[in-house]
């Protein structure tokens, strides 16, 4: 059963660095053609796509949050982490982490953490 | 970057309905787009991807159509289980974006 947990402080300061892990059990991180992302969910707003990662270090950002955005992966840990520069409240949200498989039309997030809910604020 | 325009923002059915949401590309995508559920308080759930492939254990009752730039979702026969909000997204040259969503509510 594949799981995924995301962790991380739920309160981060204004302009402070958002930082957060997944921790992927049940399935491999290195796994060919399956990609590892992070969803963000503002409350009571839509879904929006941060970005996603290869294994091997290749990555894609959002290119409205590309110069604040870093995703690597801890491939001895089978973790993969989210950091976000220079946070406002307009950074608040519920973070999903999630696996993204190669289906041969693109690569959609099958499984998904739980979320976790960051909030910016002093 | 390509832009996903997800309609309606909501509609009202009844249990027993056919249910059509529509995602419009500002290009051309091929069929890479995906449909997802979700639930208050919950991840979004994969419905279909590839435009028109079923996830896994997700019920025939949903369906996907479209290529190019005009997808659609289609719920035939609305279930109390299926009132939820809808989401496209698409994936095009590694680059992702949703739609606004779509609620569907109980008429």
Same mark, same amino acid.
Do not use: K
């Given at each position: 059963q594949v799981q995924l947990q995301e962790s991380g402080p739920g309160l981060v300061e204004p302009s402070e660095t958002l930082s957060l892990t997944c921790t992927v059990s049940g399935a491999s991180i !290195? !796994?060919?053609h399956h990609y590892w992302g992070w969803i963000r969910q503002p409350p009571g707003r839509g879904l929006e796509w941060i970005g996603t990662m290869y294994y091997s270090g290749t990555t894609y950002y959002n290119s409205s949050l590309t110069s604040r955005v870093t995703i690597s992966a801890d491939t001895s840990k089978n973790q993969f982490s989210l950091k976000l !520069?220079?946070?406002? +409240? +307009?950074? !608040?949200a519920v973070y999903y982490c999630a696996r993204l498989p190669y289906s041969g039309a693109g690569s959609f997030p099958d499984y998904w953490g739980q979320g976790s809910l960051v909030t910016v604020s002093s | 970057a390509i832009q996903m325009t997800q309609s309606p923002s909501s509609l009202s059915a009844s249990v027993g309905d056919r249910v059509t949401i529509t995602c419009r590309a500002s290009q051309d995508i091929r069929n890479g787009? %995906?449909?997802f559920q979700q639930k208050p308080g919950k991840a979004p759930k994969l419905l279909i991807y590839g435009a028109s492939t079923l996830q896994t254990g997700v019920? *025939?009752?949903f369906s996907g159509s479209g290529f190019g730039t005009d997808f659609?979702?289609?719920? *035939? %026969?609305l279930q109390p @289980?299926?009132?939820?909000t809808y989401y496209c997204l698409k994936d095009y040259n590694y680059q992702w974006a949703f739609g606004q969503g779509t609620k569907? @509510?109980?008429k």
């Open positions: !290195t !796994t060919i !520069t220079s946070v406002t +409240a +307009a950074d !608040t | 787009l %995906g449909w019920p *025939s009752r659609t979702l289609t719920i *035939s %026969g @289980e299926d009132f939820a569907v @509510e109980i």
